[in-house]
């Protein structure tokens, strides 16, 4: 089989392509030949060598594909079916964290950080480590979830506990926020998006989007979130900028909102309103993906509402360096898929 392996120091010209024997299913495990993947900024950040890893590490933490060999024993937790021979799976991003809050002894074993991940055409692991795909979705509609949708889910439908006529803040046109649109959208929800590209919010607006405003020449965006919503706030914002975008953010939000703190993308420390952020009562979350629970319950609504992934680009598994640089470069517009 091919793979993709990292080199030291990690670097998109450390990433190559090599060949492996697939390691047979042991006691609980599952080999699984994997049919496609998609680009999350945490994998990113591991193959340009922010988070330090093992030398040869397989990346990507997301993999959908299906079960072609199952080993002696295999069990899986109540929430979910036996997997058999032909079943089509998607991969978790903390395959322990089965169910219940985060913790951290349920936050590690993270696919292509801690342990090898899914840029490979076969992979062996232990069966409670997949879920099964939503009907009817491609394997590369299904790659795009176990990271950026259920980023989305848990911050709107489990942390924030959305409600349909609320008010939704997303920021940019990344997996996360699109999703976010997209169930935001699904529940009733009143959607404002923002971008610095006019181009961008106009298919913004075209996937759902009920209001738009361009960052870029708006820089204090949350005055036009205030008009939008006659000065009340929005009810929930998606937080993905980090440090540059999180003052805005605590203004744009009502007195008693929720912010889901999901990503760094401007730098990981900067100031904080905290006197706004107290005054206005607001409930301020940091977000890691979810639980095998969160993504069972997830699957069930997508297949309810017919949510559909948008997917920007697909790349070959050995153009895998070109996929993030053209994820680097911001032009992209949703996932970006490597076929695998």
Known sequence: MKQIRLGKPAHLDQLHVVSAEPRPPGPGEVLMRVFASSLNYHDY???????????????????????VEVGPAVETPAMQAPLAVGDRVLSLFFPKWQDGGPSQPRRVGVPGDHVDGYASEYVTVP?????????????????????????????????????AGEVVVVQGTG????????????????VIATS??????????????DHVINYRAQPKWARAVADITHGEGADHVVEVGGSETLVQSIHACRVGGHISMIGVLTGVQGPVSTATLMSKNIRLQGITVGSCRHQLDMLRAIEANGVQPVIDRHFPLEGIADAFRHQASGRHFGKIVLDV
């Open 45 to 67: 950040v591991v193959v340009t060598g922010g988070i330090p890893t093992a030398d040869g590490r397989v990346p990507m933490s997301d993999g959908a594909g299906e079960v």
């Open 127 to 163: 069966a409670f480590w997949l879920t099964r795909q939503p009907a009817d979705y491609t394997h590369a509609q299904s790659a795009t979830l176990p990271c950026a949708a259920l980023t989305a889910w848990r911050a709107l439908m489990v942390e924030g506990r959305l409600q």
């Open 175 to 190: 997996g996360v926020s699109l999703f976010a649109l997209q169930f935001a959208k699904a529940a009733g929800a009143t």
């Open 196 to 209: 610095s590209s006019d181009e961008k919010l106009e298919r913004l607006r075209l996937l759902g989007a």
